[in-house]
Structures are given as C-alpha cells and as structure tokens.
C-alpha cells in the first residue's frame, strides 16, 4: 500500500521520533535519521542507522527528494537551474544564484499554477497538483547536495502559487527553520503571492518572520486585470490594505514586484499613480522592485524599454525602487519554461 506510506521528509523531529519508537528503536535514532534525510541520504547511506533499521524505516516511510532530470550552468555568473523529476514523473525548476550575502534558491511551491497571469510561463497548462512539503524542501536540499555549498536564502517564487497551497507551505516554512533540519532563518526567506487577500489574512497570524513580496504588476484595477484574473476577486486597493496591515501586525516589511510589460504598464503617468497608491494605502517601509518582462514566445507580450525612467519617476516621488538585476540570462532562468520544453519533449 505506497500511498498510506510516511512522508518522512514532511515530518518534523518529534513525528519521526514516534515513527522510531513505534518499530521498537530507541529514541535517539530519530535524530540520526533525521540528519540523513535532511542531507538528501536515505536506506543505505545512513551509515550510523543499523541496516534492519534501514529497511525497517523502508517499509513504513517513502522518501520524496526530487532527482536532477536536466541541469543548467550560466556561464556569465554561475547561475544554476535545476529541472527536477519527482517521484510521479512530474518536473518542477529552481535556480539556484550567488549573491554576496549568501547563496539562494528560488523554488517552486506547485506543479504548474492555475493564477492564469498573462506574462507568465508557468500558468500557461494549468496546475497539475500542489507540491508536499518534501518536496519544497526537497528542492534545497537536493541543490545544497549537488553544489556542496550552503544556501543561506530561499525565495518562493519558483513555479506554482505558494499561498494557493497554504497548509504545506506553512509546513515548509516551520521545517526549513527547524535547528535540528536546515535552520534556514525566517527572515532569509520570501514567499510572493499573486495576491490571495484571505491567505494575506490568515499568515499574519501565524508567527512566521518571512519577507512577504506581492506581485503587484498594476497601478490600478483595469490594467491588473488585464493582466491578472487574480484581481478580479481581490482587487487592488483591498490587497494594499491587507498589505499594510501585515506590516502593523508582524513588524515585517513587505516588497511589491513590479513586472514592466510594453504598452502595458509602463508609462510615466503609471509611475505617478503607482507612487499615489502606494502612498495612500502603505504606511509603513514600502519597496518597489522592478523587473524587466522575460519575454515568454507564447503570451507575445514584449520587455518594456521604459524601465529606468519608470524607476526615476517613483524615486522622484519618495518611492524606494529598484531594477532586478538578471541573473542566468544565458540559461533561460526564469522559471516555468523549462519544465514545459521537457513536457514538449517527452
Ligand atoms: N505565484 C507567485 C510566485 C511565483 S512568480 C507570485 O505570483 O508572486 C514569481 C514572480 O515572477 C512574480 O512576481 C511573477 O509575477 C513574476 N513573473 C512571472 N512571469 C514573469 C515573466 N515572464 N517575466 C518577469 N516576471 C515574471
């Protein structure tokens, strides 16, 4: 019977000390293996586990890290992408990128996504199912295994959309913190929405110190409309509240991605209402990070030559705003069209 296997990657310390003792081992065998399998090792690898214990744990427990199917190296600045197989066949990407506060991952939280942005590679066959939280986990451990360096941050902005499978994110994020697993700081890691309000209102309460990024795209409800069905049921100036009263209940500051799309929502006049919104609506740190559209063939929607005069327009305003730099622009790195070249090529 596979599936009323234990996913043992999505378990916490406690929950695979209860697994131990109910095959009769003594205690301290959890801690043992659950160094293992928080290195990406399992069955035979766990040098230290007896090899009953081994095959014991087997029987009781699968072991969901995703295997590299296909992996890019960018020769301009060492940006690593990982196409990753899971256990049922499915791909999902991350990147992996140097920064000199430390290294990062960017993740995927689903199989595809069913948002539906426009400009987005991911979206554009539907969401085939949400990721475990071993498998979300599985991503880091898996590239921390293949570079032999550590990573220090991790932003969920892979594929998928992290808060439209809240209940194993939030399981990811409580185990990548965990000491005894990766102890991967909260405040080193960013989950970024679309923009689902209530999922907005349910993680303020949750104690969880993460960057919160909202993909905003729009200065007002028809362009981002336009752009993302999302808004039609959350619409923007319900989204920025809740953006703000996150701020007032957990003290942590949140970001706004701003993607520029050509004839889209590029112009100076949409700095000067982006500027207004923000500042009706945001009253604690607000940050704008712009990033130029990474033209995806199928959507035909084009890069913005707009950029840095949009960015000198907000600043001129009061607005803290930033360019994304690229990184991996050799390799395709952002994420979603790999995954689908490998489904066109299967
Ligand atoms: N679903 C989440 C996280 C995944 S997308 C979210 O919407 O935030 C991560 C970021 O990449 C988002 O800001 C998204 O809008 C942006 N993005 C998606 N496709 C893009 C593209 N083709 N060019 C530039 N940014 C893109």
């Known amino acids: 019977m596979e599936n009323s296997k234990n996913d043992i990657l999505s378990l916490t310390l406690p929950e695979v000390e209860e697994i131990v003792l109910d095959l009769g081992e003594p205690r301290f065998r959890a801690k043992q293996i659950y160094g293992w399998i928080n290195k990406g090792m399992w069955g035979s690898e766990m040098k230290n586990v ?205 970001s706004y991605e701003y993607t520029l799309i050509a004839g889209k929502n590029d112009t100076q006049e949409g700095a000067v209402q982006l500027a207004g919104i923000l500042k009706k609506y945001i009253h604690g740190p607000c940050h704008v990070n712009l990033i130029p559209l990474n033209e995806v063939k199928e959507t035909r929607l084009e890069t913005s030559k707009n950029v840095n005069a949009f960015k000198n327009k907000l600043v001129s305003l009061g607005i803290n705003a930033t360019v994304r730099r690229r990184l991996g622009s050799d390799i395709n790195a952002s994420c979603g069209q790999l995954r689908r070249q490998e489904k066109k090529d299967d």
């Open 50 to 254: 007896p090899a009953l214990l081994q095959k014991k744990l087997e029987d009781v427990c699968e072991f969901r890290m995703p295997t590299i199917k296909r992996k890019l190296v960018s020769h301009l600045d060492g940006t690593i992408k990982y196409l990753f197989e899971l256990i049922d066949g499915e791909y999902i990407e991350s990147v992996f990128m140097r920064y000199e506060h430390g290294n990062t991952l960017c993740i995927s939280s689903q199989v595809g996504c069913r948002m539906g942005c426009k400009f987005c590679a991911s979206t554009l066959l539907g969401r085939v199912r949400d990721l475990l939280p071993s498998e979300m986990l599985g991503q880091i451990i898996a590239a921390q295994k293949d570079t032999g360096e550590r990573i220090s941050n991790v932003v969920m902005m892979g594929i998928g959309e992290p808060l439209d499978n809240y209940d194993n994110t939030i399981k990811f994020l409580r185990l990548v913190s965990d000491e005894n697993g990766l102890n991967i700081g909260l405040r080193h890691i960013s989950v970024s929405t679309c923009g689902l309000v209530d999922k907005i209102e349910r993680l303020w309460d949750e104690g969880l110190p993460i960057t919160l990024s909202i993909s905003l795209h729009a200065y007002d409800n028809e362009v981002r409309s336009g752009i993302m069905p999302v808004n039609n049921k959350y619409p923007i100036e319900g989204l920025l509240k809740a953006c703000d009263t996150y701020f007032k209940k957990t003290g942590r500051r949140v």
